[in-house]
């Protein structure tokens, strides 16, 4: 990949770190998902969580940065390890292209070159990787008591999005194209009974992940500017984990805390004659609420999304079949789906 179209030299994602004011909640979920708890870092109360290649922090510091962080936007996805080639080439690349560093050790609680992101969230950058080992074994510990849980199969983060404020879309997309090279890869417009939206995707340069950024459009308490008010500020409103079973996944899930969206019944009534190659059971499909979308014919993805979860934090669950999509076919009945839930919590 050429210099001009990846100038930071990004790989991928390293990690995704979380501050809450409830760690024991948030422990409790990241269980349910299937991540068994490892290590610590050297030093300080930050816990490594871990499935195949999906690596989450829940930093349970008292003081500094992520401790602030929760304090101003209640359980939030603090910072994120982003891979790069050379972690201090993107550091300097990043800041002559535009972006904030965060330079004083005061704002950071790891040691690696960071500059700040989406609503003054960190992004470290992160070069030891693959090949040249791996900052979990280099600068972590294990834990006395580790808990190592089954994994429910879900491989890597797929994509994490952004919610803005009306008119800063174009500012954040623009910081992602012209920091890092991210390009755009669809623009949606989306009306529900009484709320609106804009969503703009955008894939990074290394082709590993997604960023969708969305924008309410309308002053009716949508579920952008809901998530806004809450959080208090811009920020991740939700991951994607990547499953190549999302109905096995699901199975393992039954009997957890992790509650997922309820999509109208008559959804099944048409999506198989759309979307007829789906191999999996049509009827646990349908049990679990999964949605179903396809961008041509022959392939596909499935994916559901949990309720909030940590503040207005939740989590999508996908699997792809050939299908780049973000599930278009689906934005109509999954935005219905949350406004009969902001109904029924009196929102709108």
């Given at each position: 990949?050429?210099?001009?179209?990846?100038?930071?030299?990004?790989?991928?994602?390293?990690?995704?770190?979380?501050?809450?004011?409830?760690?024991?909640?948030m422990?409790?979920?990241f269980?349910?998902?299937?991540?068994?708890?490892?290590?610590?870092?050297?030093?300080?109360?930050?816990?490594?969580?871990?499935?195949?290649?999906?690596?989450?922090?829940?930093?349970?510091?008292?003081?500094?940065?992520?401790?602030e962080?929760?304090?101003?936007?209640?359980?939030?996805?603090?910072?994120?390890?982003?891979?790069?080639?050379?972690?201090?080439?993107?550091?300097?690349?990043?800041?002559?292209?535009?972006?904030?560093?965060?330079?004083?050790?005061?704002?950071?609680?790891?040691?690696?070159?960071?500059?700040?992101?989406?609503?003054?969230?960190?992004?470290y950058?992160?070069?030891?990787?693959?090949?040249?080992?791996?900052?979990?074994?280099?600068?972590?510990?294990?834990?006395?008591?580790?808990?190592?849980?089954?994994?429910?199969?879900?491989?890597?983060?797929?994509?994490?999005?952004?919610?803005?404020?009306?008119?800063?879309?174009?500012?954040?997309?623009?910081?992602?194209?012209?920091?890092?090279?991210?390009?755009?890869?669809?623009?949606?417009?989306?009306?529900?009974?009484?709320?609106?939206?804009?969503?703009?995707?955008?894939?990074?340069?290394?082709?590993?992940?997604?960023?969708?950024?969305?924008?309410?459009?309308?002053?009716?308490?949508?579920?952008?500017?809901?998530?806004?008010?809450?959080?208090?500020?811009p920020?991740?409103?939700?991951?994607?984990?990547?499953?190549?079973?999302?109905?096995?996944?699901?199975?393992?899930?039954?009997?957890?805390?992790?509650?997922?969206?309820?999509?109208?019944?008559?959804?099944?009534?048409?999506?198989?004659?759309?979307?007829?190659?789906?191999?999996?059971?049509?009827?646990?499909?349908?049990?679990?609420?999964?949605?179903?979308?396809?961008?041509?014919?022959?392939?596909?993805?499935?994916?559901?999304?949990?309720?909030?979860?940590?503040?207005?934090?939740?989590?999508?669950?996908?699997?792809?079949?050939?299908?780049?999509?973000?599930?278009?076919g689906?934005?109509?009945?999954?935005?219905?789906?949350?406004?009969?839930?902001?109904e029924?919590?009196?929102?709108?």
């Open positions: 990949m050429s210099e001009v179209n990846n100038p930071l030299g990004l790989v991928g994602i390293e990690f995704t770190e979380y501050a809450t004011p409830d760690a024991d909640y422990d409790k979920i269980t349910d998902f299937g991540f068994s708890k490892l290590k610590k870092f050297k030093g300080k109360d930050i816990v490594h969580y871990n499935q195949n290649e999906i690596h989450f922090l829940l930093n349970n510091e008292r003081g500094g940065f992520s401790a962080f929760a304090k101003s936007h209640g359980p939030a996805i603090c910072s994120m390890g982003w891979r790069v080639e050379d972690a201090q080439k993107a550091f300097d690349i990043a800041v002559e292209r535009g972006a904030k560093p965060a330079t004083d050790s005061a704002n950071k609680d790891l040691p690696y070159p960071a500059i700040y992101g989406i609503g003054d969230s960190l992004i950058f992160i070069d030891v990787f693959g090949d040249k080992g791996s900052i979990f074994e280099n600068d972590f510990e294990d834990l006395e008591e580790q808990n190592i849980v089954e994994d429910k199969g879900f491989i890597r983060i797929d994509h994490l999005t952004n919610n803005v404020y009306k008119g800063t879309m174009e500012t954040w997309a623009n910081f992602y194209k012209g920091v890092f090279g991210f390009e755009e890869v669809r623009y949606f417009d989306i009306k529900g009974q009484k709320t609106a939206l804009l969503s703009y995707a955008l894939k990074s340069p290394c082709g590993t992940f997604s960023i969708p950024i969305n924008e309410g459009k309308d002053d009716n308490n949508n579920q952008i500017d809901e998530y806004l008010d809450e959080y208090n500020g920020g991740v409103q939700h991951l994607a984990f990547l499953t190549n079973d999302l109905v096995g996944s699901l199975d393992k899930l039954d009997k957890t805390n992790i509650a997922t969206l309820d999509i109208v019944d008559h959804y099944y009534d048409t999506i198989f004659d759309r979307v007829p190659w789906v191999a999996e059971d049509k009827q646990k499909i349908k049990d679990h609420q999964i949605l179903v979308d396809s961008q041509s014919e022959n392939c596909y993805l499935l994916q559901i999304f949990t309720k909030n979860l940590f503040g207005p934090i939740f989590i999508e669950m996908i699997q792809r079949v050939d299908d780049g999509g973000f599930g278009e689906n934005f109509q009945a999954l935005f219905e789906s949350i406004e009969r839930d902001q029924r919590r009196g929102v709108i």
